[in-house]
Each structure stands twice: as C-alpha cells, then as structure tokens.
C-alpha cells in the first residue's frame, strides 16, 4: 500500500509508549495530527478523478445527537473509500442556521437570534472534529452569514427576473402558533411539520416560485433517478407531482363566463349530474346567488378549519352550500346545480370539479347527503351504484353515454370523448399536475429578507446586485414576537427606503424567505465558498457537480429533494451550471431509536451521544451505528452493544502490536491461506461499499481479524509477511469507519500516517482463485453439517455427497425426504 504523497517525518505522530488501548487519548492524539495534515482538503486543481460527497447539513439548535451520529458516520464510509482508491474527493460541510427555532429562543431569552445559533454552530463544529468526519473545513459556512444570503438573495432576483418568481395573493396555510404561512410540502397530516399545531386557512399575498414550471421535467428525471435513488424517494416525488391526463371541459353558467373543469374521465361526461366548486375559491364567490351569499359565507368560517390533506380525507363527512345557480352539461344539455364544498381544492386544476357520483366515491357521498341525482355510465358488471351507494371505478360497458353506448374500451371511450369536446369547441385534451408552485414567503425575522422594494411608481422592483446584501435590521427579543404579519414591518426605518429605478420613496418587502431557499443550492457554493464576486464559479460547479452521492433522511423525500431540483434546473436555465439533476445518487438513513421508539426524555428513553462517547469512545460510536444495519434501516439501541464494538477494535489493534515484520516485507512469501482470506476480504469490500452494505463490510473485516488471529495462534507468528499484509488490510478497512483506531494500528505497524490516505490494494486475482469452498448443508432450516467440495462442483454431485454425509444422516433420522433445493458450491437445504 502506497501512503499520502504529502506526508514526511516532520508530520508522524509521537510513538504511543503504553501498549494500552485507551481511546479518549487516541483521540486527543490524532486530531491534531489531523488538523496539520489536512488530509481532507479538496484541491481544485487536483489531475486526479473529482468525487463530490454530500450530506445534508445540520441545523444548529443544540450539540449533536444520535441521529447526526448515524448519518455521519454512513457518509464518511464512502467519502474515506473514494480517497482510498484514488479520488480527489469534495467532502464540504457547514449550517442551515436560520429558521425558527433560533428566534424562538430569542424571544424566550431577550437576544439576537445570531447569539443562539453562532454559539451552538461553534458547539456543533467541536463535536463534528472530535467525531472524526473526513470534512473539508476549509469550506464551511453558513446560510445566516450575510456573505452567504447575499447570493441566495440575488438568485431570488435571477429567478424574478425570468418569471420564476412571482407574488399573488391566494388562500395560504397558516400555522397558528408559528404565525407564518407554511408551502404545502410543510403540512403533514394537517399539522405545522415543524411544531405539530393545526393549520388553518388564510387570504393573503405571498411569493412563489414557479415549480410547476417544470412539473414534466421532475417527472421524467425520475427514470434516470430510479436505479441509485430509493424507490420510496422516487414513489413519493412521483405521488407528489402527480400527473394525469385529461380534459378541460365547459360547461355554460347564465350570467357568468363558461366554467373551466379538469377531469381524467370525459368519458364520463354523461354521468355529470352536479357540479362541485372549492368553497374558498372565487369562483365560489363570483358564482354565488344573492340569496345563498350569507350561507357560502358562512360556511367558509368553517372551511378555513380545515387543512388540505383533511379536507381531501375520503371518510371525511360530506358537507357543503348549494350556490343556487346551475350549469349546462356540455354533452347532454341537461341543467345541473353547482355546490361549493371543501372536498374540492382551490389550487387544484380550476378549483372546480364535475361530479359523477355513480363512479368517484367522494362525488356519491356527497349526492347521498344532498339528495342529489347519481346516473350509471359504464356497466363494470357490479351492483349499480344508483341503488348501493357505492362507486363503481372499474372498467366496463358504456351505458346512458350517447354515442359512446356499447364501447368497452376506457382508453377508446376517452379518446371519443374528446374528439366530440373539441369539434365543438366545449374542451381540450390536457395533461394536469398535483404539484402546485412553492410558496417561499414567511412571517418572521430570522431568515433572508426578500430583496423587493415596492414603489408607487415602477412596483415591484428587484435589488440590484450592487445594493445587496439587504441585511437584517438589528432586532431581538419582544420585537421579534410574531403579530400575523412580519416583524421586520416594525422596524420603520429599515422599511423606507428609496427606489433603485427612478430613486423616489419605496418600501421593502417585509417578509423573509423559506429557510429550504437557503438548503437548495447550497451545494453550489461549496465550490467557490469565499468568492465575494459571485454565488458560485460555474467552471468548477461543472467540475464538481452533480454530487456523486447524496446522503440524509426519508423526511425530505418531497420537500428538500424537490426544491433542489427546482433550483438546479432554473439554474441551468439561467446558464449558470450544465447539469439537469443535483443528486446522482441519494442514500437514506433510516432512524435511531431506543425501546422501539423515538428517543425522547418525556418517555425516558433518551440517548446522549455524549454520554456514548465518554463511555466507549468515538470508534466504537461509530463502528456500532454503521454494524447495526443496513443503512435504511432504523437501529435500536437498546438492541446494539458499543461495549462490544469496543472489545473488537481492542482485538483488532492488538494485531497491530503482534506484527514483527518490517515494512515493505515481500508479502509473497507469507502464509498462502492466510493471504487468500485477505484478498478475498479486500474485493469483497470494495463491492460492498460500493453497494452501500457498509454493515456487511465490516463484518467481513472482522473475518480477517479472526483469521489473522487464528494464523498468529496456530504457529504462522507476528513474523509471516501475510500477518503484515492482513493487518495492514483491516487498518486500511477500519480507517472508513474507526478512524482513530485505525491510525493508531497503522503507527504501530510502523508507517507515517495517515492510513486515511494509503492506495487501495491491488489483488493479485490468482489468490482468489479457490481450491476447495465450504458447502452449508441444511436440514429443516438448521445447519446440520459442513462439506468441502470443489467450486466447479455440479448441483446433482452436490447433492449426492450431502445426503451421503453421516451427520445429515444423522439428522434425517429415517425421515422421508419432499425436496433438496441445491445452490452450488455453497449451500443445500433438505426439505422432509
């Protein structure tokens, strides 16, 4: 193994003179041999092949937890393999510091929030050295630095400038305690996702971006996506943006413009007894009779309750107000009422539905409620609908359909039907989109101003770049109180200012943005992160980008994930960067938990990461977490022994201290047996990793420990060159997941450091070639005996030699046998 280029005498660190493992003074021992190296440092410049590495930036609200410890340790598997075999890798990190909760804490404690989050930022980045991370700290930031949001606030007026950017005003989520409007990404089973209290509705004028702009683009980017994302991931974005073809239909309304409705069934058409418009629509209130005003207003209070995801619920309970106006069916000429109820979404389609109950369940609730008429188009064979109550939604014959009657083809059926919507000028075939454009604005302080002035004469007018940063005005404490409205409208002085096209009075935006504005294109500035003359250097996001590997959890599967999607394909609009996708490939961890549960002091089953890393030290932390499980799946701690991570890395670096070999020892002189295993071990780990079985890895690395041991034990001595050679090998492994350990052995083994920097190995393929491979015979389920056969055995050999074999005899015991299933050379399993 070759070792880092850069590393010379000056750098090796103090021989260890106690031949103890004691992991607290490793650790104190190794960071500052770290941080002299600067082993992790991205160069630019670098010939070598780019690896960019990537996890999802922490949010500084206290020290870090289980959670951090997990991800973090996953991510740096693959991160420290990329550098072993060769890769210049970007491994960047630093903070999502604005957001609520710092200035909750400042109204709480009477000071800026700054004062919270820079000093858990510096408690945040202690813990991440000690964890023993492989990042490039020369990189950090943070996303409240105003040399950072000066740039996320000149892409806010990139976009704006291209019409990706807009204000409107429109019925919003409101999150009664956060007294701020939240996107619809934020609202989980109709609650706040941040602090869990209800939503309401409320009318207010608000910034977007215009996701829907590229709704298609998402949607096909999946395929590309699917084979190195989770399917989970890819399902929910799929479901989110949630497209489906269709029609526009209109149907005539006496004294109003035609109403424009979206349906994935025109087929259907001649089933439309009703029409249904979203209540807090204004199609609702311009559509409304004089004497049923007071009722939709009434009702309304009721609505604005309620949050999207209960209103779409389908055993939610049925109510609404007939507008007491009809409309005209454009396929039959029938007169059919219209209602206003709050199953139907303002922002969806046209914010109007036509209602075919004896096929859509929600429609034949509502018409069971309201004594409204339910017509049969399409003869499924079933029980009709008419009579039951309940939809029919399959396939079938069309019955009461006009031309269509007879046809038992849905896909033809539509097809007709729009055919005979367009000749005559009553709808269009079209394609619409679950996913609604981002609602970015909010109420509060923390977060970056939105750089629009509004000026009586020129409107809404973008800050130029010479005039940002719009920096924050000094507020803290009570001022900062949330009112209903921002609380930077009370700072006056701040607010008035002058227009930067015809330089008379205007005022600032008082609202700031989203803090996920400032996490969708952070990995933009990683690249470039202390150039004061741009967001980025374009030249070498296209060096670096796409991120090769993206790592963080399933609960930003829609929102994150999305908005940097939206943000890298602006900016490739922009001409900006090259690349359509942020992400090449996104690993999710799943979560810890203890007892079963979430850890929570309120249920006693907390666990402090600190407290973990007194008692066992770092490795053995990290060793545990990247053990326990694959890792999308959750771990429970009360099922996991650090304690005994902690005896194995004992065992591990006393190997280091066996070795009595020099150096550079011709390995090909050692114990042959011995050297297989190694080079077994060393190619399976390098596809393991690469699979992301980082949990198999290391149980193939304490494979070699034990063989090496065993070797030493049975008379092969610290002095076989196939001793070195395999320590050496599970010094290299560990480096990936017990760094401090790992570095120590290698000192041991008497190399400068750092392991974290060696070659990856060679194999030579001979080795893997094998002369004999364990076969598990299985009897019932049970292991009941083990053969030695050839690798190039045949199945029907195989398995004559394992019912042969007197301990699978044995087992049998006369018993009759149903089936052998044989998978050559390595297993069969009896079957009686």
């Known amino acids: 193994m070759s070792e880092h280029p850069q590393t010379d005498a000056a750098t090796t660190a103090p021989e260890s003179t106690e031949a103890t493992y004691d992991a607290s003074a490793m650790e104190a021992k190794w960071r500052g041999v770290w941080d002299r190296l600067e082993l992790f440092v991205a160069d630019d410049e670098s010939p070598r092949e780019k690896k960019y590495a990537l996890t999802m930036f922490p949010y500084p609200s206290g020290d870090l937890h289980m959670g951090h410890a ?15 075999r060769g890769y210049e890798v970007l491994n960047p990190m630093g903070w999502d510091s604005f957001g609520l909760p710092a200035e909750n804490a400042a109204i709480r404690n009477d000071e800026h929030p700054a004062t919270y989050t820079y000093a858990n930022i510096e408690t945040q980045y202690e813990s991440f050295r000690r964890y023993g991370v492989s990042f490039d700290w020369t990189r950090r930031f943070n996303t409240s630095d105003p040399e950072y949001y000066k740039w996320t606030q000149w892409l806010f007026t990139q976009l704006y400038a291209k019409g990706l950017a807009y204000r409107k005003n429109s019925p919003v989520n409101w999150c009664p305690v956060d007294q701020t409007v939240l996107a619809n990404e934020q609202v989980v089973d109709g609650a706040c996702e941040r602090c869990g209290a209800e939503v309401t509705k409320r009318e207010l004028t608000q910034w977007y971006f215009r996701t829907t702009a590229y709704a298609q683009e998402f949607l096909d980017g999946l395929d590309d996506l699917a084979p190195t994302w989770p399917s989970k991931v890819i399902n929910a974005q799929r479901n989110w943006i949630g497209r489906s073809e269709g029609a526009h239909v209109s149907f005539d309304i006496a004294g109003h413009e035609p109403v424009k409705v979206f349906t994935t069934r025109p087929d259907t058409l001649w089933g439309a007894t009703f029409m249904v418009v979203a209540a807090d629509a204004k199609l609702a209130a311009d559509l409304v009779s004089d004497e049923q005003r007071q009722a939709l207003e009434d009702y309304l209070v009721e609505v604005r309750k309620a949050s999207d995801i209960d209103r779409l619920a389908t055993d939610r309970p049925k109510s609404g107000v007939d507008l007491g106006i009809t409309a005209t069916n454009p396929v039959t000429g029938e007169q059919i009422p219209v209602w206003a109820s709050d199953y139907v979404l303002a922002d969806y389609g046209t914010g109007a539905i036509m209602a075919v109950p004896a096929h859509d369940q929600r429609d034949l609730d509502f018409a069971k409620v309201f004594g409204l008429p339910v017509r049969r188009v399409v003869d499924t064979g079933e029980e009709n609908p008419e009579e039951t109550y309940v939809a029919t939604t399959g396939n079938g014959v069309y019955v009461n359909s006009g031309p269509l009657d007879g046809l038992a083809d ?5 097809r007709r039907a729009i055919e005979l919507l367009e000749a005559d000028e009553r709808g269009t075939g079209t394609v619409n989109f679950r996913l609604r454009d981002w609602l970015l604005s909010r109420q509060r302080y923390w977060g970056a101003p939105i750089p629009i002035v ?8 973008a800050v130029p770049v010479e005039q940002l940063p719009v920096l924050l005005p000094e507020l803290k404490g009570a001022d900062l109180k949330p009112k209903g409205t921002s609380p930077l409208g009370g700072a006056t002085d701040w607010v008035s200012t002058t227009c930067p096209t015809c330089g008379g009075p205007a005022q600032r935006d008082t609202d700031t943005m989203d803090t996920f504005v400032d996490s969708s294109w952070y990995f933009l500035r990683y690249v470039s992160p202390h150039d004061a003359t741009r967001a980025f250097d374009s030249e070498l996001a296209d060096a670096w980008g796409p991120i090769d590997l993206y790592v963080g959890g399933d609960e930003h599967a829609v929102l994150h994930l999305l908005y940097a999607r939206f ?12 690349w359509d996708e942020p992400f090449t490939s996104y690993l999710s961890q799943g979560k810890v938990l203890n007892q079963g549960r979430k850890m929570s002091k309120s249920l006693g089953n907390g666990v402090n990461l600190g407290d973990q890393l007194a008692e066992f030290g770092v490795d053995a932390v990290r060793l545990t977490l990247v053990f326990a499980s694959p890792p999308e799946d959750n771990i429970d701690w009360a099922d996991v022994s650090p304690a005994g991570s902690l005896r194995f890395l004992q065992r591990a670096w006393r190997l280091s201290g066996d070795v009595t070999s020099e150096p550079g020892v011709d390995v090909t002189t050692g114990d042959l047996a011995l050297r297989k295993v190694t080079a077994r071990v060393i190619t399976d780990a390098s596809t393991l990793v690469e699979s992301h079985r980082f949990n198999v890895m290391v149980a193939r690395t304490m494979e070699l420990v034990n063989a090496v041991r065993k070797a030493i034990d049975s008379g092969c001595g610290g002095a076989d060159p196939a001793v070195r050679e395999a320590t050496e090998t599970v010094a290299m492994l560990l480096s990936m997941v017990a760094p401090y350990t790992a570095e120590e052995m ?20 001979a080795l893997l070639v094998e002369d004999s491979v364990t076969c598990v015979v299985q009897v019932k389920g049970k292991v009941k005996g083990r053969l030695e056969v050839s690798p190039d055995i045949s199945d029907s050999e195989l398995e004559a030699l394992a019912l042969a074999d007197d301990a699978v005899q044995r087992a049998l015991d006369g018993q009759t046998v149903r089936k052998v299933i044989v998978r050559a050379p390595k297993l069969v399993s009896i079957v009686v």
């Open 70 to 84: 997990e991800v973090m340790a996953l991510h740096d598997v693959i991160a420290r393999y990329w550098w072993l």
């Open 410 to 414: 849905k896909s033809e059926g539509i």
């Open 454 to 461: 509004h000026c009586a004469v020129d409107g809404e007018v």
């Open 567 to 578: 943000f890298t394909k602006a900016l490739r609009d922009l001409g900006l960067i090259t």
């Open 746 to 765: 290698w000192e041991r083994l008497g190399h400068q450091p750092s392991v974290a920097r060696v070659t990856w190995p060679v194999v030579d393929q």
